[in-house]
C-alpha cells in the first residue's frame, strides 16, 4: 500500500539556520506530494503541495520538490524563524474524487533564539 | 469563509455516554472527512463522505458512527468509547477534485474516563 516516510525528530535550530526533513515515499500510480504543519493544540494547515514530477511547491520561504526517479519530496528552508516551530507532515494523496490522504509519522522543528 | 469549525473543542466523557461531535464547512466542498490524531502521532483516516455518501470506512469500530445530514455538516455519533479512544478528532474537507488539499479543522480533543 501507500506509505510516507520522514526523518525521525526532534530537530532543533537556531534561528536563521538551513533547514531539510527528508520525506521519501511508496504508492501506485503518480500521487499528489503535501507538506502539512500542525502548530501547538490546532489542527493542520497546508504548507504546500506539487502534482507532477519535477513540480517545486513553495510557501512562507518553505519548497520542496517532487522528485519521481528517488520518489522523495524533501522540505527546505533557507532560515528557520522561531516561530516556524511545529510539527511537519509529509502526506501524499493518490488520485480519486475523495482519496485517502496518507500521513508521515511527522517531525518536530524546534526553533531556538 | 475558507474554515472547517469543529465543535466542542474540547469534550470529556465516560464510558457509557453518548456524545456527539459536529463539523460543518460552507466552501461548497464535496469530501469530508474525520481523521484520529493520537498525541505525536499523525493523524490517522476514519472516514470519507463523497457526495454526502459514505465511500471510505477504514475498520473503524462501530460505537463511532459518522453521519452526513447535508453537504456542509459531517458528524460523529460516539457511544460506549474506552479509553484508548482518547485523542484528537480532526474534520477536513476537500473540493472534491482529484490531488486538491484538504482544509482542516481544528479538532475536538477527546478524553474517555
Known amino acids: 500500500g501507500d506509505s510516507v516516510t520522514q526523518m525521525e525528530g526532534p530537530v532543533t535550530l537556531s534561528e536563521e539556520a538551513f533547514l531539510t526533513i527528508n520525506c521519501t515515499y511508496t504508492?501506485?500510480?503518480?500521487?499528489?506530494l503535501f507538506w502539512y504543519v500542525q502548530y501547538p493544540g490546532e489542527g493542520l494547515q497546508l504548507l504546500l503541495k506539487?502534482?507532477?514530477?519535477?513540480d517545486k511547491g513553495s510557501n512562507k520561504g518553505f519548497e520542496a520538490t517532487y522528485r519521481k526517479e528517488t520518489t522523495s519530496f524533501h522540505l527546505e528552508k533557507g532560515s528557520v524563524q522561531v516561530s516556524d516551530s511545529a510539527v511537519y507532515f509529509c502526506a501524499l494523496r493518490t488520485a480519486g474524487t475523495a482519496s485517502k490522504l496518507t500521513f508521515g509519522t511527522g517531525t518536530r522543528l524546534q526553533v531556538t533564539l | 469563509d475558507t474554515e472547517v469549525t469543529q465543535t466542542p473543542k474540547h469534550l470529556v466523557m465516560g464510558m457509557t455516554n453518548k456524545k456527539s461531535l459536529k463539523c460543518e464547512q460552507h466552501?461548497?466542498?464535496?469530501?469530508m472527512y474525520w481523521y484520529k490524531q493520537k498525541a505525536k502521532k499523525p493523524p490517522e483516516l476514519m472516514f470519507v463522505y463523497s457526495y454526502e455518501k459514505l465511500s471510505i470506512n477504514e475498520s473503524v469500530p462501530s460505537r463511532f458512527s459518522p453521519e452526513c445530514p447535508n453537504s456542509s455538516l459531517l458528524n460523529l455519533h460516539l457511544h460506549a468509547l474506552q479509553p484508548e479512544d482518547s485523542a484528537l478528532y480532526l474534520c477536513?474537507?476537500?473540493?472534491?477534485?482529484?490531488?486538491?488539499?484538504?482544509?482542516f479543522g481544528s479538532g475536538t480533543q477527546l478524553s474517555v474516563l
Open positions: 477536513a474537507s476537500s473540493p472534491g477534485q482529484p490531488g486538491e488539499k484538504l482544509f
Open positions: 506539487a502534482t507532477k514530477a519535477d
Open positions: 466552501m461548497g466542498h464535496r469530501a
Open positions: 504508492a501506485t500510480g503518480y500521487p499528489s
